[in-house]
């Protein structure tokens, strides 16, 4: 196990055996700032199963739009979710929604902290203004 999954309990099964291999040569340092921004951007699972409940029965593609798909949403928001059979494939599909997400998310911010540490971050790892100052213009979302 990881010395830095500490920073992240709240994490099982798959989503944090991915996590673990993505931050195991990170300092401690690294990994605090990957967790912090890692728990502002993830996704709950259970709440992409709620917006797919609500996309199913009021706003078809919420869900997408709330994971980021902006195409996929509009594609859903005027076909009715594909007619429903795609709303209702992302109901039984909805923790691999999830992940995928969380995956993509996880690996930018990953991305984000090693070429800071690449590119000029302090010999013991990169500080938490250091990270913020480099990974506003490394990634759009990274501001936000």
Known sequence: MSRNMHFLPELEGAERCFIQDLIEGMSTEQAQLFASAYR???????????????GLVAIPGLQRFWLGQIG???????????????????????KKLAFTHNQRVAQQIA??????????????????????RGSSHLSPQASM
């Not at 502002?40 to 609500?54: A, E, Q, S, Y």
Request: no cysteine; hydrophobic share 40%.
């Open 72 to 94: 996929m949403g509009f594609l859903y928001l005027f076909t009715l979710g594909l007619f429903v059979v795609g709303t209702i494939v992302d109901l039984a599909n909805y």
């Open 111 to 132: 991305t984000n902290i090693m070429s800071v540490k690449a590119s000029g971050g302090s010999k013991t790892g990169t500080s938490s203004e250091e990270y913020r």
């Open 40 to 54: 502002g951007k993830r996704k709950d699972p259970h709440t992409v199963l709620l917006t797919t409940i609500v």
